[in-house]
């Protein structure tokens, strides 16, 4: 696929991610004018025979709002309270705003084990596409009333990508108050430029990233970046766009700048997809760059290639793959318990049997539950020249 971006209108499916700022004003509440703009928006988009769904953030900044809690951060049981408020303010917003065109609303209620453990995430699936096949739009947030620090997604931006990978959507909108990616912070640089089309997040992209912006928004352009590499390797293209102004989705189609990133030409299937959209492995395996090589012409992590594992895991659970200068490669399902695993580090596959007592698999991440989360270190014949030359 050619980096050209496409029009709205030839999409099949598009989530639409909308930040806190945008929804909600600190002192007077709901921007209910910006709503309806954007509902219109959708309205158009749905007449056009695509599906809409809508990843809200929002609820706490609603809550806070009509609790008048005071400004700065809010403390575990404040932020829940507030979402507890703010969720029935929001979901009552997006329906009345959406039936005024005569689209009904239905409210999902998302937490990071709804799409980290594998049965909930395809149940959860399914209710969003009955909702899709009788038409109406999801509202999407994640449900901050139950969710703790430990077991949260700590932003929309990500759970709007997951939301689009389960969903297979093929276009990731992520408006809030910035219109793009820039090569650097602009109210920090001057010089910084910014970037209409990204053909690939490179280490290179990921470093021009920042950080949060306002305490309405958990999210920053870190977490952007993170939802892209999670959208894109799905196959998934990815808008980053300002919502600041009204019909902020006509204004995209109508050629508003903003940054569009190519999905990858070879997106994984979907039990990959889940995979690589983990965002809390049980642990992480470090491996040797003959592993690496091996990685990237598509075979599977073998026991002799491993030289260090961190973490407490247990055979089926999602597992990062990392190069011993700390990159994260890839992810995978593991083959083993940890403790077992640490046993058969750096060993033959042949000596597995005598040492765990059984004949387990070859494999300690198999390339049909293995996927790519970055570019392998491949060395060229000039590398190994250079090497045997310091050698």
């Given at each position: 696929m050619t980096a050209a971006r496409r029009p709205l209108a030839s999409h099949r499916r598009i989530v639409i991610k909308i930040g806190s700022a945008l929804l909600v004003d600190r002192k007077t509440g709901l921007r209910a004018q910006?709503?309806?703009?954007?509902?219109?928006?959708i309205a158009a988009l749905k007449g056009k025979g695509i599906n809409v769904l809508?990843?809200?953030?929002?609820?706490?900044?609603m809550g806070r709002t009509v609790l008048d809690l005071p400004a700065g951060a809010l403390k575990l049981e404040e932020s829940q309270a507030a979402a507890a408020v703010g969720q029935i303010a929001l979901a009552r917003a997006w329906s009345e705003s959406l039936s005024r065109d005569g689209i009904v609303a239905g409210q999902i209620l998302l937490t990071l084990g709804?799409?980290?453990e594998r049965r909930r995430y395809l149940n959860a699936r399914?209710?969003?596409?009955?909702?899709?096949?009788?038409?109406?739009?999801?509202?999407?947030?994640e449900n901050d009333t139950v969710a703790t620090t430990e077991i949260r997604y700590g932003d929309n931006d990500r759970l709007?990508?997951?939301?689009?990978?389960?969903?297979?959507?093929?276009?990731?909108?992520?408006?809030?108050?910035?219109?793009?990616?820039y090569t650097a912070p602009p109210h920090l640089d001057p010089e910084a430029r910014f970037l209409d089309i990204i053909p690939a997040i490179t280490p290179e992209i990921e470093a021009m990233a920042g950080g949060a912006a306002s305490e309405l928004s958990r999210g920053g352009m870190r977490?952007?970046?993170?939802?892209?590499?999670?959208?894109?390797?799905?196959?998934?293209?990815?808008?980053?766009?300002?919502?600041?102004?009204?019909?902020?989705?006509?204004?995209?189609?109508?050629?508003?700048?903003?940054?569009?990133?190519?999905?990858?030409?070879?997106?994984?299937?979907?039990?990959?997809?889940?995979?690589?959209?983990?965002?809390?492995?049980?642990?992480?395996?470090?491996?040797d760059e003959g592993a690496e090589n091996a990685l990237g012409t598509g075979k599977s992590l073998l026991p002799a290639g491993v030289r260090r594992i961190e973490g407490n895991f247990h055979r089926g659970d999602t597992v990062a793959i990392v190069g011993m200068d700390g990159r994260e490669i890839a992810r995978g399902l593991a083959s083993y318990d940890a403790e077992e695993a640490r046993q058969i580090i750096g060993r033959k596959s042949g000596e597995i049997e005598a040492i765990l007592g059984y004949a387990g698999r070859a494999a300690m991440v198999h390339r049909d539950d293995l996927v790519m989360t970055a570019s392998a270190r491949r060395k060229t014949k000039k590398d190994l020249?250079?090497?045997?030359?310091?050698?």
């Open positions: 910006w709503l309806d703009a954007i509902c219109a928006d809508v990843v809200s953030s929002g609820a706490i900044a709804d799409t980290e399914a209710t969003i596409n009955q909702l899709l096949k009788i038409g109406a739009v999801p509202i999407i947030n709007a990508a997951r939301v689009a990978t389960m969903t297979s959507a093929d276009l990731l909108i992520l408006l809030s108050d910035i219109d793009g990616l977490t952007k970046i993170d939802a892209g590499k999670i959208a894109t390797g799905a196959g998934c293209s990815m808008i980053i766009a300002s919502g600041k102004t009204e019909h902020p989705l006509r204004a995209i189609e109508e050629g508003v700048r903003s940054s569009w990133f190519a999905p990858s030409g070879t997106p994984v299937t979907a039990r990959k997809t889940w995979i690589a959209g983990q965002l809390q492995p049980a642990g992480e395996l470090f491996v020249k250079e090497d045997a030359a310091h050698a």
